[in-house]
């Protein structure tokens, strides 16, 4: 199975850049509708400022594609394997489970083998079934809303209400005097390229200011595993290239023999206590462009959460439950009728007439 190679693990690396995380962190229920996509600027939006915010979530992983050893790995964002059918435009989580393709520092994950009728009939050479990897984060929209009735009603004929973003001045449901609150809390399902984005914009843009607001420059590198310094920049200096090849090439330890990226010892032109801005401290300002496959995540602007903004949306950073929620587990009958496919575990007929494939691009 090569396709694992377009499911490119960036968690790892990802979680690399976001180190000091979760003092924000409360536990949270989960609500169907509360997804988010950032706007398109194809349909003449502007970027929408947004907040991440880390949850603790631990994701179950056995080592190697048949492993039998399993792990549990600690995230703070939820990752997950999705399955699409377009012909009859249905999700539905994989119930194959995760694997790491191997124990190593560079692992990528992958679906596991677990039963999973939607794998099967990828397996079996069926078209028109996708599966991907997805990262979902917490997020909190940045701006004003508005909670108004919908004209749709629950069990006990109460209407569900709909978040609207509120239109500023002549906003027609500030005039009609409806409640106004600041930030919503939604969570974002991201594919392989638009977590790409998001950790070469904590890596090469985030990671050189300081909390402080100076400039961060690495002065050397060390062995994330025993803590030795495996270069000296101050003794040993190396160009900008030099730099940028050490720190995304595995290495054995000299002193351990781990392998891994070496990790970057940094320092502060401005402060004593050198503390890379990461993605959990920033907000960011994103769009989508362009169309279908060659749909891109634009990062147009980001600053550091300023204490003002923390106090206006601290109540909403609340995680989601996501175990329990959008990826409860589905027993391979269920997923196979949520999707509208033959369920080969059960059913005798496992053929299916398909076609399409639907990821906006973002695979
Ligand atoms: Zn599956
Ligand atoms: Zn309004
Ligand atoms: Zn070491
Ligand atoms: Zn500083």
């Known amino acids: 199975m090569s396709e ?19 003092h924000r962190s409360r536990k949270g229920g989960g609500v169907f509708g509360d997804r988010w996509n950032p706007p398109k600027t194809s349909d003449g939006a502007e970027p929408q400022g947004v907040v991440l915010f880390p949850g603790e979530y631990k994701i179950p992983v056995s080592i190697g594609k048949r492993g039998k050893e399993q792990r549990e790995l ?15 435009r249905r999700g539905a989580p994989c119930s194959a489970g995760i694997s790491l393709i191997s124990d190593g520092p560079d692992s ?30 917490n997020a909190v929209l940045l701006g004003h809303f508005h909670l108004i009735d919908s004209d749709r009603v629950d069990a006990s004929n109460k209407p569900y209400k709909d978040w609207t973003e509120c239109e500023g001045k002549r906003c027609k449901y500030c005039s009609s005097g409806s409640d106004r609150v600041y930030g919503r809390r939604v969570y974002w399902q991201l594919g392989t390229r638009f977590v790409n984005t998001l950790t070469t914009h904590a890596q090469t843009v985030l990671s050189k200011r300081c909390k402080c607001g100076g400039e ?14 495996i270069r000296d920049l101050d003794a040993h200096p190396a160009s900008r290239e030099e730099i940028a090849t050490i720190r995304r090439t595995s290495a054995a330890c000299p002193h351990c023999g781990v392998v891994d990226v070496p990790e970057e010892v940094p320092e502060c032109d401005s402060c004593k206590k050198a503390q890379p801005l990461t993605l959990w401290d920033v907000q960011l300002h994103v769009a989508r462009q362009g169309e279908g496959t060659d749909t891109t995540l634009m990062i147009s602007e980001w600053k550091p ?18 175990a329990e929620t959008l990826f409860k587990p589905q027993t391979p009958a269920q997923q196979a009728k949520r999707l509208g496919i033959p369920d080969p575990y059960t059913d005798a007929t496992t053929r ?6 639907d990821w906006d691009g973002d695979e």
Request: include cysteine; charged fraction near 20%; glycine fraction near 10%.
């Open 4 to 22: 694992h190679k377009r499911f490119l693990n960036t968690g790892q690396k990802l979680l690399k850049t976001m180190r000091s995380t979760s």
């Open 74 to 88: 600690d995230l703070p964002y939820y990752v997950a394997f999705e399955h699409y059918y377009a012909t009859k």
């Open 108 to 137: 990528e994950l992958t679906w596991g083998n677990g039963q999973c009728p939607a794998c099967y009939h990828i397996d079996d050479g069926v078209g028109g079934i996708s599966r991907r990897l997805v990262h979902v984060f």
């Open 216 to 229: 961060i420059t690495p002065i050397g590198f060390q062995c994330e595993a025993c803590g030795d310094v």
């Open 305 to 322: 959460i300023s204490d003002k903004l923390l106090a206006r949306i601290e109540s909403r950073m609340k995680p989601y439950n996501f």
């Open 352 to 357: 299916s007439d398909v076609g399409g494939v």
